[in-house]
Every structure is written in C-alpha cells, then in structure tokens.
C-alpha cells in the first residue's frame, strides 16, 4: 500500500538555526498538509497546500515557517530561525481530493537545542 | 468544525470486541464522521468515516445513530496491536479541509 515518507526522522538543531523537513506524499495525491505535535499534546494543524499554493494555514504558521513543493515528488516544511517552542513532532498528510482521508507519515521528531 | 465529546480512556481485553463512543449533538448535515487512530510513536491513521449509514472496512466498523448525534466505531476483535489513540473527528469540507484532532480516547488492550 503506497505510504508518506518523511526524512530525516529525528532532526537536532541549535536555536536559531533554519531546518527543512522533507516529505514524499503518495505520488498520485495532490492535497499536502503539514500538522505538528508537541509531546504530551493534541495533534495541531499548521498548512494546507494545493495548486501550488496555501490554501489555508493556521495561526501557528507564522512568518517563519513556509512550504514548498520544489519538484513533482516532494513537499518540504521550513522553518527559518527555530525555537526552542518549536522542539515537536511534525506530520505530513497528503489527500487525493478535498475532505477525502488524509494519509500521514511517521513524522519528524524535531528537537531544538 | 463541530466539537465532539469521547471518554478520555477506555480498556479492553484482548480478542474481545471493543465500542468506542462518540457524541457530536450540534453535528450539521454536512458534516461527515471520520475516525482516525495513532499508534504509539506513530503518525495519525486513518480508520473509517460515514455520513448517514452504518459503514464497515476490513479495519472497523462505524455505527450512526439515527439522529446522527452519536456514534461508535466498534473493533471486532481487539489485538494489542489496536492500542493506541481513537480520534472522532467531524469534517465539513466547506468549512475548510484541515483535519481537527481533540484528545481522543486511549484504548489499552490487556492480553
């Protein structure tokens, strides 16, 4: 059964540092997400992205995150100068069609030093 | 997206059947069901989802009330591989298409 991959799984970064986590949604899919979880938590939506574009996001995604979908295959969550609030574990989803299941992957644990 | 209220805990034994409930009194006609589980150090899953009719998959089955202001999502034989976080969770795709995740309920299955 065709599956969403994340890499890396565990990232460690100092604060203040730029990470990318990178995604490989379900090749035919064409609806992308990114949710985090921060431990102990509720899952918690951050982006939807569809066309190229966000078609919504959160008021957690602020100014330093943004998304990119740079080729036809993978789909990459950004943050730009981390802190140590944003230590959590980040999912990517991808849909075939608006309201349809979302298939996620394994995660990102991102640890913020 | 409506709220939805789950026991915040639940246990089974194992090989048994396992009802899960959910209550959502200010659902809309809109809104569809969908149930989603998370495995231990896993990401999100997705389980079943209904609208009006009872629905069964080769995972679950999902029993609506009539009046669609309850549901259950019923595991037929708990193994302790189906440990994990339940999530009901409404979704109205013109409200938007992000999926709402509130605390769930954390099944634990003893062998």
């Known amino acids: 059964e065709p599956e969403v991959t994340q890499t890396p799984s565990h990232q460690v970064t100092q604060m203040g540092q730029e990470v990318i986590l990178r995604c490989v949604p379900i090749?035919?899919?064409?609806?992308f997400y990114w949710y985090r979880q921060i431990l102990g938590q509720k899952v918690e939506f951050l982006v939807s992205?569809?066309?190229?574009?966000?078609?919504?996001k959160s008021e957690i995604f602020d100014d330093q995150f943004s998304v990119e979908r740079p080729d036809g295959s993978n789909f990459t969550l950004k943050i730009r100068s981390t802190k140590l609030e944003d230590s959590a574990m980040y999912f990517c989803?991808?849909?075939?069609?608006?309201?349809?299941?979302?298939?996620f992957g394994d995660g990102t644990r991102l640890s913020i030093l | 997206d409506a709220k939805t209220t789950q026991p915040n805990s639940m246990e089974s034994n194992e090989e048994e059947p396992v009802h899960l409930p959910c209550n959502h009194s200010?659902?809309?006609?809109?809104?569809?069901i969908h149930w989603y589980r998370q495995l231990p150090s896993q990401g999100p899953e997705y389980v079943i989802h209904?609208?009006?009719s009872n629905v069964n998959n080769r995972m679950a089955s999902l029993a609506i009330a009539e009046d669609r202001k309850s549901s259950t999502l019923i595991l037929h034989r708990a193994t302790l591989r189906d440990a994990a976080v339940y999530y009901c969770?409404?979704?109205?795709?013109?409200?938007?298409?992000?999926?709402?995740f509130g605390p769930g309920t954390s099944l634990s299955v003893i062998p």
């Open positions: 989803a991808s849909s075939g069609n608006r309201g349809q299941p979302q298939h």
């Open positions: 992205f569809y066309n190229n574009e966000i078609s919504e």
């Open positions: 090749s035919n899919h064409l609806y």
């Open positions: 200010t659902i809309s006609g809109t809104d569809y």
């Open positions: 969770i409404l979704r109205d795709g013109k409200a938007g298409d992000k999926v709402i």
């Open positions: 209904g609208l009006t």
